[in-house]
């Protein structure tokens, strides 16, 4: 790991500051990523922003028909938040299962959404549920937020502040996680929410997606027999080690029923 | 305070300090004026080094020095060597290119040391690495045992056309001719043994010193062997006595096999330290692991099995390819020779056997032991083969066991290949993981999966092993260049406390416990007056080490040795104090006494004369009560038994669970039936490991596809489910506490069972063969291709 000079902001301006301040720096929000690969050298920053100390970015809070949740919550006080488990137990499941209790200790909600891996959990969610992603100057939609393979809508001086995630009618998330790293090789959210019924997926493509074939189909017919014969091509996905493209494509459609019996 | 002897399960004493985090491990030494070393490792599987420049590195803060295989040629440092001569059948010896300690001129696999930096930081030598050049002229690799031996392969070494080191043979090929010849049914398999990365949880590391005031090296390094690691130091690499020379193998974290050879790292770090008149010290990464630890297993085979029309066992035919990797290791030959082909008869009355194992250099990193270290191949490739036979023949495979293992009374056993097979019991062990698992019950529990959607299957396994190496003067002719006996060495104190000194090493086996009970209970003194110490050249007489589960019945019986000294001396003592014959001195519970009275002396007595020689029989007894011993075991031992897995795919997904797992070993007689239980489900666990997680991947050009945890799948809690572990006792006939060994049972017996049910849950499906690891996608497309074929 090669030297760097670390900041620890208590508000959130102070941080937007130095962020802009300093070109080559990298926020700090759990790490969960970001240490391994400073470990391998594989970044090099010149500067650390910690947000653990930024407060605004702490708490969780039911705002009608929403649940809003700090940046800074980590998976593990998303997971025990008994609001969430009560109005969106989807949600509190799928932090449940994030990777293992160190990663979940230590991880953030803001720092996943901003990383956007493709193979993270929570961008499936945010997919599914419709939900709001709020930064230091502006709310973007989560369809708009996840551009690309670790791309996102957000500027390089931004920072995420909270997510707003509508409540849901039914909703349940369905894991099958590589063996290894217990990220998903296919995680499929599906949600029925005011806005209607969403199915998306992660940890299958470059950047988590929705199936807007499934969802139509559900909307006729919300049973795991309403999106049999829908597939996902392989071409569209994923191939490593780990799993194929076809057999990513196959697990699609199995998480995706599986999904949608548990969300009975 | 209390006497614990052999069969009580006293709490491990190490653990205190491996719980609170206290335990010294090589990487927690840090000696004054501590530098630190890292290694430039080739990118490439096979490569020559075109330039090599490291004037830029050596000029950066903190280097110390750069050094590279012109250096090790200029020292005139030893290559690594072999310890075991294997010869193929025409007569000739395997070949053995050199093994230099960095590479000159050529790399051959990826992670073969290229250059050593030395700075006075971890992170300056680090920093130096980066900016050392290296350019490479890439060859041709052979990554896999497919591309070493296709036509035309990459040669890893001009010396070895095919890139064949041996091809041995063992058995008797025209008996096995003649039982195929009048065989009802013969079975054909073809199968591989999966490659694994042994994965210690702590990774080497090696601290060397070397002190030109007293002209003396001292070498801390993670060993399962010190004094094995001196004397290839002494004889081989670095060319200095055995008195100019101390290792030092501190807490070691798990070894696996791995940690037994030895390894340039070790060579090095001493060099570098008589270089910079520093200390030295190097610890491996994780990544760096994967590619510089002698990895496990990775043997490709077809084997033959002819059965009359009773399903009785006639003959068996076995061919085998065994990845040696690009450099011979310290045992590498002999692993899938000796502990291979000796075992094919496994628990079963075989009457003809005749086997062929060809060694195949290959551009990776080696391959030697790893836990059960052919035994494991044997018992797969032999499991896999019953099964398949009894599915083919239409018998039971629990009955088709039952006809052909070697009766109870049929012992001892001279098998086909070699080995003599002094006690065993499988029918008991067979019986015992039946009833465990409840076997009675399971088509309720195969109708229940189904009904949940899941194919439920039944595996079995049964299995021996050749453990306590070895009886050095067998293992000699066979070409083992090292004895293989144990030592001991037991001090008694004043106040009648104990230091035992054993040559074996203790990395997680819990010896520090075993052991003391051999004395606790031996001598009737508290284990807590019983201290046992290994690990260090200096304090202990001599040893081979741990691997191989030999400890106790090597080590242990090599204690037992001394211990019938101490105690013979003590009668001595005790006579004189008592006034009596030393015909008339009993020793029972620490006390010896005139047989027939109550006129006693403790032991602590007799010590105590012994060290305060007022009273004594100075004119014929020498002072002191301290005794040492060696012990060159007279045969192999032999623990076998029964392994049952029980598993669930999801047909869906192909994802297997592992649902239930019962074991009846038996392993002799059993120290500490607690340490015991936590051997098998350790064994259980890495068994497991293979057979559904693990696998080193390597492509075709030598890359390895997985070197990290990140996607190197590593058995976990949540993947293996409670175990049942049971244990039937024979004891081994030939060594003083009929004891055989427990390390390895479960990685041995185990694999095949996993997969043999795994097979047995997708038989209805028309599924006939998985290979090891059996992952999710692997039983999915299984799956899916014989739907096609029944389509």
Redesign the interface.
């Known amino acids: 790991m090669k030297d760097f000079a670390f900041h620890r902001p208590k508000t959130l301006a102070e941080a937007v500051a130095l962020l802009e301040a300093r070109g080559d720096a990298k926020l700090l929000a759990g790490g969960q990523s970001l240490l391994p690969v400073l470990k391998l050298e594989l970044a090099e920053p010149s500067d650390l922003i910690s947000l653990a100390d930024v407060e605004e970015l702490g708490d969780i809070r039911v705002d009608g028909d929403r649940i809003v949740i700090g940046a800074g919550c980590t998976h593990d006080t998303v997971a025990r938040s008994v609001d969430v488990q009560k109005r969106l137990p989807a949600l509190a499941s799928l932090a449940e299962h994030i990777g293992d209790a160190q990663v979940r200790n230590r991880g953030t909600l803001g720092g996943s959404v901003a990383h956007a891996d493709p193979a993270a959990d929570y961008p499936a969610a945010l997919l599914a549920l419709g939900a709001t992603i709020a930064t230091d100057r502006r709310r973007i939609a989560a369809d708009d937020f996840f551009k690309a393979f670790f791309e996102t809508a957000l500027a390089r001086d931004e920072i995420v502040t909270a997510v707003h995630f509508p409540l849901a009618k039914r909703a349940a998330y369905i894991k099958?996680a590589h063996?290894?790293?217990k990220y998903a090789l296919v995680g499929v959210f599906v949600a029925e929410t005011a806005a209607g019924i969403r199915v998306a997926v992660t940890g299958a493509a470059a950047v988590a997606f929705r199936v807007p074939a499934m969802e139509a189909a559900l909307a006729k017919q919300f049973s795991p027999d309403a999106i049999a014969g829908i597939v996902i091509p392989a071409d569209e996905l994923n191939g490593d080690?780990?799993?194929?493209a076809e057999?990513r494509s196959?697990?699609i459609g199995?998480m995706a029923k599986r999904a949608i019996q548990a969300c009975a | 305070m209390t006497v614990q002897g052999v069969g009580a399960s006293p709490k491990r004493k190490e653990d205190r300090r491996f719980l609170l985090g206290k335990g010294r491990y090589t990487d927690d030494i840090v000696l004054q004026d501590q530098a630190h070393a890292v290694f430039i490792r080739a990118p490439y599987a096979h490569a020559a080094i075109a330039k090599l420049d490291a004037s830029a590195a050596r000029a950066m803060p903190g280097v110390l020095a750069v050094l590279t295989g012109d250096d090790v040629t200029a020292a005139g440092l030893g290559g690594i060597p072999c310890g075991w001569l294997v010869k193929s059948k025409d007569g000739s010896n395997m070949v053995e290119p050199p093994h230099p300690a960095l590479a000159i001129g050529v790399v051959r696999h990826v992670g073969d040391p290229v250059a050593m930096v030395i700075a006075t930081s971890r992170a300056a030598a680090k920093a130096a690495a980066g900016a050392v050049e290296v350019d490479y002229d890439v060859k041709p690799a052979a990554g896999r045992i497919a591309e070493a031996t296709a036509a035309n392969p990459p040669l890893v070494w001009d010396q070895a056309p095919g890139n064949i080191c041996f091809d041995w043979h063992i058995g008797d090929a025209a008996n096995v001719d003649a039982a195929f010849a009048k065989a009802a049914h013969t079975v054909e398999l073809e199968l591989t043994n999966s490659r694994v990365a042994p994965n210690a949880m702590e990774p080497r590391a090696a601290n060397g010193f070397y002190d030109a005031a007293s002209d003396h090296y001292t070498l801390y390094t993670t060993s399962q062997n010190p004094h094995l690691t001196r004397l290839l130091l002494a004889a081989f690499t670095l060319h200095v006595p055995e008195h100019k020379l101390r290792v030092v193998a501190p807490d070691v974290g798990g070894g696996f096999g791995s940690k037994i050879f030895h390894y340039a790292e070790e060579l090095m770090v001493l060099v570098a330290s008589k270089r910079v008149g520093k200390p030295v010290k190097w610890t491996s990464d994780r990544m760096e692991a994967f590619v510089s630890d002698a990895h496990g297993r990775d043997h490709v085979s077809k084997a033959q099995l002819a059965l009359d029309a009773n399903g009785k066992f006639l003959g068996l035919r076995v061919q085998t390819l065994a990845n040696l990797g690009a450099y011979l290791s310290t045992f590498a030959s002999a692993v899938p020779t000796y502990l291979y082909g000796t075992l094919l008869s496994g628990p079963y009355d075989l009457p003809a056997i005749y086997a062929e194992v060809k060694g195949v250099f290959t551009n990776t990193v080696a391959v030697d032991a790893y836990r059960g270290a052919g035994r494991p191949e044997a018992s797969y490739l032999l499991e896999r083969l019953v099964s398949k036979a009894a599915r083919q023949l239409r018998i039971d495979p629990i009955e088709l066991r039952r006809k052909n293992l070697i009766p109870a009374d049929k012992f001892p056993y001279q098998t086909q290949v070699a080995l003599a097979y002094d006690t065993g019991n499988f029918q008991a062990t067979l019986d015992m993981a039946l009833e465990r698992i409840d076997y009675k019950h399971y088509a309720d529990r195969k109708a229940a999966s189904a009904k949940r959607g899941k194919l439920r299957g039944l595996g079995i396994s049964t299995y021996i092993e050749a453990c306590g190496l070895a009886p050095s003067a067998l293992a000699g002719a066979l070409g083992a260049r090292a004895g293989l006996y144990e030592a001991a060495n037991i001090r008694i104190h004043p106040t009648g406390s104990v230091s035992v000194f054993t040559g074996t090493h203790s990395h997680g086996q819990g010896h520090e416990t075993t052991f003391a009970q051999l004395i606790s209970g031996r001598l009737g003194i508290p284990i807590e007056n019983v201290e046992v110490v290994h690990g260090d050249t200096d304090r202990i007489p001599f040893g081979m080490g741990t691997y191989g589960s030999r400890s106790a019945a090597v080590g242990g019986s090599a204690i037992v040795k001394a211990l019938d000294k101490i105690v013979d001396k003590g009668k001595k003592i005790a006579a004189h104090l008592l006034e009596a014959s030393v015909a008339d001195i009993e020793f029972a519970d620490g006390l010896y006494r005139v047989a027939g009275t109550d006129r006693v002396k403790a032991f602590g007595e007799v010590a105590f004369a012994a060290y305060v020689p007022h009273n004594y029989p100075l004119e014929t007894l020498e002072p002191g009560l301290e005794e040492s011993a060696f012990y060159d075991p007279k045969n192999f031992t032999f623990p076998g038994g029964t392994h049952l897995v029980e598993v669930e795919v999801d047909p869906e997904t192909g994802v297997v669970e592992i649902v239930d797992v019962a074991s009846a070993d038996d392993v002799g007689v059993i120290i500490n039936p607690m340490i015991v239980d936590g051997q098998a489900h350790g064994g259980l666990a890495q068994g497991i490991g293979q057979a559904l997680l693990e696998e080193a991947v390597y492509d075709g050009d030598g890359q390895l596809a997985n070197d990290s945890f990140l996607t190197y799948t590593m058995p976990r809690a949540a993947d293996l489910p409670m175990f049942k572990v049971g244990n039937h006792v024979t004891a081994c006939t030939h060594n003083p506490l009929g004891v055989k060994g427990v390390g390895e049972t479960g990685a041995i017996g185990v694999p095949p069972a996993v997969i043999n049910a795994v097979l047995d849950a997708l038989a209805p499906l028309g599924v006939t063969d998985i290979s090891m690891p059996a992952t999710p996608e692997k039983v999915w497309r299984a799956i899916q291709a014989a739907a096609g074929k029944q389509a």
């Open positions: 099958f063996r290894a790293s080690a780990e799993a194929s057999y196959h697990l199995v």
